[in-house]
C-alpha cells in the first residue's frame, strides 16, 4: 500500500472541482496532467487504472491521482455514474511513501502521542474507504460552495481544501495505524459502535443493540457511557444525523424521503433532533451549501 505524505504549513492550492454525472455508459479518458486530483465514488462504479495498477472507485472510496501520472478508464462504467472530483497543487514538498515509511512515522506518534499537534504532514493513502465518509462529503460540498460563490478572497478554497486533505488524513491515522492496548471491554465497544454506525440508517435501538451484543440494556447503556461520555442512544441519533447531513449534502431527496433513509419514520421528530444537534434545521443546512458545479465529460 502506498501513502502521499505532504506538507500543509500553507494551504493546498484548489483549482477545479465539481460532481461528475454521467445518465449513459462512460469510460474515462487517457490523460496526464500536471496537478493532483481526488476523486471520490458517489454511484455505480468509477473503473480507472493508474500506470499499470487498476481501481474501482464505489460509493465511499476515494482515489487520489498523483501529478504527472497517466491515467484511463479499463472498462466501460454504467449509466448513472457519479463521483465528486478535484484537481489542487501543493504549495511545498510532498512524496510517496510505502507501509514501512508510514509505519515509522506513525511510530513517533504512538511514543509521543502530544507531538501530534505540531505535524505539519499528511498521509493519504492512494485509494481508501474511509469510515466516516459522511464527512469528507460534507466539507467537499462546503468546499463546492465557497468556490462557486465568489468569495472575495481564494483563499477560502484553500483552506477549505487543506481541512478536507486532514480529514482524510485523520481518519487514516487514527482509524488505522494507532492501535493502542484494549481490554475484551473494549473491542466490545468498538464492536458495538462500528455495528451501530453501519446500521445507522436502519430503525435500531438499545434495546436491539444490547439484544445483538448479549448485553443487559441498562448496563450496556451505562458502561457506553463510561467509555464514551455520551449514552449509546444519543451516539445512535448522531449517527443517523450524519447521515442526514450527507443526504441532504448530495442529494434533492424531500426531507420526509431523507427522514425514511437514515430510520425515522416521522419527519417532524427527524426535524426536531436535527435542531437539536445541529442548531439549525435540515432545510437551513442545505441551503448553506447549495452551489455545485457538474459535469458529464
Not at 511510530?107 to 459522511?134: K, V
Not at 466490545?188 to 448485553?215: G, Q
Not at 451516539?235 to 449534502?249: E, G, N, P, V
Request: hydrophobic content about 35%; some cysteine; glycine content about 6%.
Amino acid at each position: 500500500m502506498q501513502f502521499f505524505k505532504a506538507n500543509i504549513a500553507n494551504p493546498v492550492e484548489f483549482i477545479s472541482g465539481g460532481q461528475f454525472v454521467s445518465e449513459i455508459p462512460w469510460i474515462h479518458t487517457k490523460r496526464n496532467i500536471d496537478s493532483f486530483e481526488i476523486i471520490i465514488g458517489v454511484n455505480k462504479t468509477l473503473y480507472i487504472q493508474m500506470e499499470d495498477i487498476q481501481y474501482e472507485v464505489k460509493p465511499g472510496t476515494v482515489l487520489l491521482l498523483p501529478s504527472g501520472c497517466t491515467h484511463h478508464g479499463y472498462i466501460e462504467s454504467e449509466g448513472t455514474l457519479s463521483f465528486y472530483w478535484f484537481h489542487f497543487h501543493f504549495p511545498v514538498g510532498y512524496k510517496l511513501i510505502d507501509a514501512e515509511s508510514m509505519d515509522g512515522d506513525v511510530s513517533i506518534f504512538r511514543m509521543d502521542p502530544d507531538s501530534r499537534q505540531n505535524i505539519a504532514d499528511i498521509y493519504i493513502p492512494l485509494f481508501s474507504a474511509p469510515p466516516g465518509i459522511e464527512r469528507v462529503n460534507i466539507l467537499f460540498h462546503q468546499l463546492m460552495h465557497a468556490v462557486n460563490s465568489n468569495y472575495y478572497t481564494k483563499y477560502s478554497g484553500y483552506y477549505l481544501l487543506t481541512s478536507l486533505l486532514i480529514e482524510l488524513s485523520e481518519q487514516t491515522i487514527t482509524n488505522f495505524y494507532m492501535p493502542r492496548k484494549k481490554s475484551g471491554k473494549d473491542y466490545n465497544l468498538e464492536k458495538i459502535m462500528e455495528w451501530t454506525r453501519i446500521h445507522a440508517t436502519e430503525d435500531i435501538t438499545v434495546a436491539m443493540i444490547a439484544k445483538k451484543f448479549n448485553y443487559n440494556k441498562d448496563y450496556l447503556s451505562r458502561f457506553f457511557k463510561q467509555r464514551t461520555g455520551i449514552n449509546l442512544q444519543e451516539y445512535i441519533h448522531r449517527q443517523k444525523i450524519s447521515k442526514a447531513k450527507d443526504l441532504l449534502s448530495r442529494s434533492m431527496q424531500s426531507i420526509k424521503d431523507v427522514s425514511l433513509a437514515i430510520g425515522i419514520g416521522d419527519d417532524k421528530y427527524f426535524m426536531k433532533l436535527f435542531k437539536k444537534y445541529e442548531n439549525m434545521t435540515p432545510t437551513e443546512f442545505r441551503q448553506a451549501f447549495t452551489k455545485m458545479h457538474m459535469n458529464n465529460r
